[in-house]
């Protein structure tokens, strides 16, 4: 009888295909990239953010993080993904209307439902709920929460120490100074594990004072992030500048690149 031979030939075709098929894959395109929609930036990362992954956009105010990640999702919406905008910073309509002026017109994409602008009220309880609940069931391919600071900041109580038990911990070697590490740590891996469970790929800005030392205002953020971008400028030069400073599984400059805000929005130049 021959039946152990269709067995053996039943599990090459069934398992040993799959194996081939996917091994391809992974030689081919190992990773996805996602266009950033900022012209000259996708050059220097290897043609894009790493699909599925979360970068943080850091600079002090008006270096032009709002700018950049409005860019990411009409770039995104152009690609026909599904995009989320978290604003804790500003009411939607002062955002649209900046962003309308840079040629930013996101209103034929919030009429047709393909992106969602949501402000997070700082003051309101419920507002971890109401941003994780967003995130995990949007199906969402491109998200921006603009920006952590308010967040990250934010005092929180901690009834149930079980909860608090089973938070990842990051080794004391990942800290810069400070003392209150364990309550930042959990507001932030909140965030962060939320928008890694969402698969989304997205872009989270963190506002920095003018000449600090860290790349996030919480000086942790950019240990959790799989990438950081960092806005800059020098006034007395009326200079900008964008750098690369981390972007897991991407060989990229580390050299602070000239842009320019106008038209359209941020540009290498
Ligand atoms: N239409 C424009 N043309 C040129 N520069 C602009 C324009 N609109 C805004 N900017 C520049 O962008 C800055 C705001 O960028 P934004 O992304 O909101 O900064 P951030 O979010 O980092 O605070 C402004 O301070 C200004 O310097
Ligand atoms: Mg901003």
Do not use: W
């Not at 075709?13 to 990773?31: C, D, N, R, V």
């Not at 000259?40 to 008006?62: F, Q, R």
């Not at 004072?209 to 000086?219: A, I, Q, T, V, Y």
């Amino acid at each position: 009888m021959n039946i152990s031979k269709i067995i053996i030939h039943a599990s090459t075709y069934g398992l040993f295909m799959p194996l081939i098929q996917s091994e391809h894959k992974t030689t081919a395109s190992k990773i996805k990239r996602v266009t950033t929609g900022v012209p000259g930036l996708d050059e220097l990362i290897a043609g894009g953010i790493p699909k599925g992954s979360t970068t943080l956009v850091s600079g002090p105010p008006g270096s032009g993080k709002s700018i950049l990640c409005s860019q990411f999702l009409y770039k995104g919406v152009d690609e026909g993904d599904r995009c989320l905008f978290l604003t804790l910073d500003k009411k939607v309509e002062g955002l649209l209307t900046q962003m309308e002026e840079l040629g930013i017109n996101f209103q034929p994409a919030i009429d047709r439902g393909q992106i969602k602008f949501l402000f997070l009220n700082i003051n309101k309880k419920l507002i971890y709920e109401t941003m994780t609940n967003e995130i995990l069931s949007g199906d969402y391919e491109r998200i921006v929460l603009d920006s952590i600071t308010p967040l990250s900041e934010m005092p929180i109580y901690i009834k149930n120490q079980e909860i608090a038990n089973n938070i990842n911990i990051i080794g004391p070697e990942e800290f810069t100074a400070g003392t209150n590490f364990p309550i930042r740590r959990l507001h932030l891996h909140y965030i962060m594990n939320a928008l890694e469970t969402s698969n989304c790929t997205s872009l989270v800005t963190s506002e920095l004072l003018h000449g600090s030392s860290n790349l996030s205002r919480d000086g942790l953020s950019e240990f959790l992030a799989d990438a950081v971008i960092f806005l800059n400028y020098d006034s007395t030069m009326d200079r900008r500048k964008l750098s690369i400073m981390k972007m897991r599984s991407t060989k990229h400059t580390l050299k602070p690149q000239d842009i320019e805000i106008g038209y359209g929005g941020i540009k290498i130049i």
